[in-house]
Every structure is written in C-alpha cells, then in structure tokens.
C-alpha cells in the first residue's frame, strides 16, 4: 500500500531534548515536505525537500532541522524543542514536477513541556 | 506572497442540505486549487482539484468553482452525510507550493 509513515504518533517531551521525528514514503517521490498545523492557521510548510541532499526552508523552518540522505526518508529533527513548537505535524510527498498527489501521513502530535 | 482565506471557518448544516465554503486567494499566479479532507486523527486527503483553465468541475455529491477573476474558488457538498464531518482545507498552488487556507470545520447534524 503506497503511503508515508511517521514516527512517533505521540510524543511528550521537555523543553530543551533533542528529538527527531522521522518520515518515510515508499512511492519513490522525489519531493518531501513536513508541515505544521495550528488551530486557526492551517497548515504552515516547516521544510520541504525536492530530491536527495536537496532540502529548502519552508514559511516557518525557525527551530527545525531536516535531512534527506535517501529517497524514501526525511526525517524532522528539533535541536533544542521549546513549547511554542507543541503542535500536529505532518510529513507530505509527491511526484515532482506535478500540482497533485500530495499524500500524507498520518501526523505526530507534539508535546513540549 | 499568496495568501489565501477560508470562510467560514466553522459550518453546521443538516444532514441532507448543501453546505459550501469558499476561498480566495490574493496571487493572480496561482494555477491549481485543490481541496483536502482531514478526518479526526488523519491526515488530509485530496478529494477534488481544479486547474486555472477550468470553471467548475463535479465529482458525485462534491463540485468546485472557480471565478479567476474575481479570485476566489469554492467547495459544494450536496446531500450532506454523517462521513462528510470532518475539517476541509483549500489550497492554492504558485510555482508547485501549496498556500493552505486555515481550514472549515464541517459538522452534519442528524
């Protein structure tokens, strides 16, 4: 089944310990992108990558490290988390080159203390 | 930069009625507007999309328009039921990056 996987679907942590989130498609899409929601802000682009050792800040990168060494994978590190990045993020791909097929995973909740 | 604005923000309708919701966007630019569906826990799937080309386009009980002139575009669900509660998000697309509205709550009530 084509689709993206993200991990963890909840996590708590506290303020100042390093966590990654990672993501992972297996469609073979060159593009990835991870994005946060906020009540009443919708869905804000934190980083997106166009292809392999290719990545590009998006509207809100402040806080937030990206990586993508392999096709399938792109995980979203926070260096030093703080409690205004509590939020619902999501990890998208698609094919390159194309307005459609964004696919998305299923989200991690994160909680800063 | 685009921006795009969703109203409203939070719709209650009858089950059976219509319910729409609307867009605009501020980039003549943008080409492509999609609409998304997030269910509780899940994260948001396309259900319809629409090109700059095109007025309306229909999908079973879903339909979109778009008024490129006056720049906005907007989500009809007909003979709404239950399964359609959900947040829908439009979206407008400027060189391949999606401008998200902020999102409408759809509640059916039964």
């Known amino acids: 089944e084509a689709q993206v996987t993200q991990n963890p679907r909840y996590l708590i942590t506290v303020t100042g310990k390093k966590l990654t989130v990672t993501c992972s498609q297996n469609?073979?899409?060159?593009?990835m992108s991870w994005y946060r929601q906020d009540p009443g802000l919708g869905l804000r682009q934190i980083y997106y990558?166009?292809?392999?050792?290719?990545?590009d800040k998006g509207d809100v990168p402040e806080g937030y490290k990206v990586s993508r060494k392999e096709k399938r994978n792109f995980p979203l590190i926070l260096e030093s988390p703080s409690p205004n990045q509590t939020s619902l993020y999501f990890c998208?791909?698609?094919?390159?080159?194309?307005?459609?097929?964004?696919?998305f995973g299923s989200g991690t909740r994160l909680t800063v203390v | 930069g685009e921006n795009v604005e969703q109203h409203p923000s939070t719709l209650s309708v009858q089950e059976g009625d219509s319910a729409v919701i609307k867009c605009t966007y501020s980039?003549?630019?943008?080409?492509?507007f999609p609409w998304y569906k997030q269910e509780l826990g899940k994260g948001p799937q396309l259900i319809i999309d629409?090109?700059?080309n095109v007025g309306e386009k229909k999908d079973q009980r879903i339909a979109v328009t778009l008024n490129k002139t006056a720049k906005h575009f907007s989500l009809h669900i007909t003979e709404t039921q239950p399964e359609d509660s959900a947040v829908y998000f439009c979206?407008?697309?400027?060189?391949?990056?999606?401008?998200w509205g902020a999102g409408t709550k759809l509640i059916i009530k039964p």
């Open positions: 979206a407008a697309t400027v060189n391949y990056q999606l401008i």
């Open positions: 990558s166009m292809n392999v050792e290719v990545t």
């Open positions: 469609m073979n899409h060159e593009y």
């Open positions: 998208a791909s698609r094919t390159p080159g194309s307005n459609y097929g964004y696919t």
């Open positions: 629409i090109r700059s």
């Open positions: 980039d003549s630019a943008s080409n492509y």
